[in-house]
């Protein structure tokens, strides 16, 4: 019993550490002013360029749209896979949440999540 329940539990484990990391990655990388001033001095700086990627990455909401149709497809995908791609799916779509994707990503979200409690 203890071995089927094991990866829900590393699961919701995991979960509270990823969703603390994107807002780590929100709130000090992407809004500290800090970057904001470094990034327009020295662009070539590799933290500047992850700003600059993962910024063109939320404006076409690559993130939320890659969780959406991840979610979706772990409902029509069965047994332990389609967990797995939901599980997938949760890992787009929380920093899709937090970083200012909301509105799709929280479909994503929701989907994967009643994926991830279906037998």
Do not use: K
Request: charged fraction near 10%.
């Amino acid at each position: 019993l203890m071995s089927r329940r094991l990866p829900l539990i590393l699961l919701l484990l995991c979960l509270p550490i990823w969703l603390a990391a994107s807002y780590g990655v929100r709130y000090v990388l992407m809004e500290d002013a800090q970057w904001v001033g470094t990034c327009v001095e020295q662009a070539q700086l590799w933290q500047c360029q992850a700003r600059s990627t993962l910024g063109l990455l939320i404006h076409f909401r690559v993130i939320a749209w890659t969780a959406l149709v991840l979610a979706l497809l772990a409902q029509v995908i069965p047994a332990r896979g389609g967990w797995r791609v939901a599980v997938l799916a949760l890992v787009f779509g929380i920093p899709a949440l937090v970083l200012y994707s909301a509105s799709i990503a929280v479909f994503a979200v929701v989907l994967a999540g009643l994926r991830l409690v279906r037998r």
